[in-house]
């Protein structure tokens, strides 16, 4: 694990995370009020993470007409045994070899800032993020390919409550694949009034008492990164991963929880190191599929990406012509009406006093970096806010990826702030959806 040198330091915040006991992701949840003290430097980051903002509709009675058996994952080289052994040693033979080009024709690549379909054309994501909590939600794909999106973050809800199984989460992705959609996929609970407990065809447990893979730490509440690698452990997972590898991305560090203060050189330095951490335990669980990291500070610290971004990737051991197969999420989260970020981050980046809108660090850093970064988008009052806009033109401009919080079932984007005027900007303008390109292929 390499070491990092901590100078630099600055006021302190504190990350507050995890749903209120009892909730469940149909209930709405006011990310917009992060609890900010103007007087202090306590900025609850807790607004802007979003699988505490979880909005979409989970019907608890499951998807009854989906068998539990997940033997759906039927690719050649991936197991169709999905009982979801929680063997971390398990791997799953994915033919392909690193640094070779044998993925090449096989499944989404990175390449420099890139991401790039299996022809080798060059996709820029549009799209939605959506807690997948049922099959039907293969209406969601529709509606978004619709409007032209080529892209979603597919949050898979692990509650026994949801009933999902593999094959009711294959359902969903192999309609975004049908749609020549590109997926991120992660993980997600929600059900602490029944301690988390996992669906038993993916596996069973109780999520924050899973046995954490060795070497990665303590799988908890305070610290639920673990906690995600013992689920990626699993083998329907890897199943999906490999089956659906010409689409999908795996967000294998989520919005990043650790004991330093996230807003120091301390907490950075501990981000930094669990990711490098994840990203040696996905490749020794067999998945060569892109994986993404997410940033320090739930998702808004640009400023660790851009120092310590190019060496956390450089442990990844899937290489594909000089790159590795690692990407960053930053969630631009900045246009808060204190102005907060802008200072924050303008002077990690700029120095000084200096500040740095949500816009003006997409062009000037993000779009900068040698390897591709994803953009979070919102209309949160505690977040993007007003901001929403100039972030999507300057990303377009930048020929960036972007995700959207949060997709609203069968209907649009989540517009807490903006209403139409925001769902019909995201949606139907040429910087939106609408001026998404589907991927080439497959």
Not at 434 to 439: D, E, H, Q, T, W
Request: charge should be negative; include cysteine; aromatic fraction near 8%.
């Amino acid at each position: 694990m390499r070491s990092y040198s901590m100078a630099v330091c600055v006021t302190s915040l504190f990350l507050v995370a995890g749903c209120s006991a009892g909730s469940s992701p149909s209930a709405e949840v006011d990310s917009g009020s992060r609890g900010d003290d103007a007087g202090s430097v306590s900025h609850d980051a807790s607004g802007g993470s979003t699988e505490d903002r979880a909005s979409a509709s989970s019907d608890a009675s499951g998807d009854v007409g989906i068998p539990s058996d997940a033997g759906a994952a039927t690719d050649a080289g991936g197991s169709s045994d999905a009982s979801a052994s929680n063997d971390s040693g398990g791997s799953s033979d994915s033919g392909a070899s690193a640094d070779t080009g044998g993925v090449t024709s096989e499944q989404v690549l990175l390449s420099g800032n890139r991401i790039l379909d299996i022809a080798g054309v060059p996709i820029v994501a549009r799209g939605a993020e959506d807690v997948v909590a049922n099959a039907s939600q293969t209406a969601d794909v529709d509606t978004l390919s619709g409007m032209g999106s080529n892209a979603m973050r597919m949050l898979l809800t692990l509650d026994a409550a949801n009933g999902m199984t593999p094959a009711s989460f294959d359902a969903v992705l192999a309609e975004a694949v049908s749609r020549k959609m590109l997926v991120w996929v992660s993980l997600y609970t929600w059900d602490s009034a029944n301690s988390n407990v996992v669906g038993a065809s993916l596996g069973g447990g109780n999520f924050y008492a899973l046995t954490a893979p060795s070497g990665t730490g303590t799988c908890s509440t305070a610290t639920p990164g673990p906690c995600y690698l013992a689920m990626w452990s699993r083998q329907w997972l890897k199943d999906l991963a490999l089956k659906y590898r010409a689409n999908i991305i795996i967000d294998a560090g989520q919005e990043f929880i650790g004991t330093a203060d996230p807003g120091t050189e301390a907490g950075r330095v501990e981000w930094a190191t669990a990711g490098e951490t994840n990203i040696q335990f996905m490749r020794s669980q067999g998945y060569t599929n892109p994986l993404q990291i997410m940033s320090n500070f739930s998702g808004r610290d640009l400023y660790a990406i851009v120092e310590y971004g190019s060496a956390v990737r450089a442990v990844d051991t899937v290489v594909v012509n000089g790159n590795p197969q690692t990407m960053f999420g930053w969630q631009a989260y900045w246009g808060t009406s204190d102005g907060y970020y802008p200072a924050w981050q303008g002077g990690l980046l700029l120095g000084g006093s200096s500040t740095l809108s949500g816009a003006q660090a997409i062009h000037q850093f993000a779009a900068a970096q040698p390897f591709p970064i994803e953009i979070g988008v919102d209309n949160y009052a505690g977040d993007t806010n007003l901001d929403y806009q100039a972030e999507i033109a300057q990303a377009d401009t930048d020929s960036m990826s972007w995700l959207w919080w949060s997709w609203q079932p069968g209907s649009t984007v989540e517009c807490p702030v903006s209403g139409a005027t925001c769902q019909t900007y995201v949606t139907s303008s040429p910087q939106g959806f609408s001026g998404a390109k589907a991927l080439t292929a497959p």
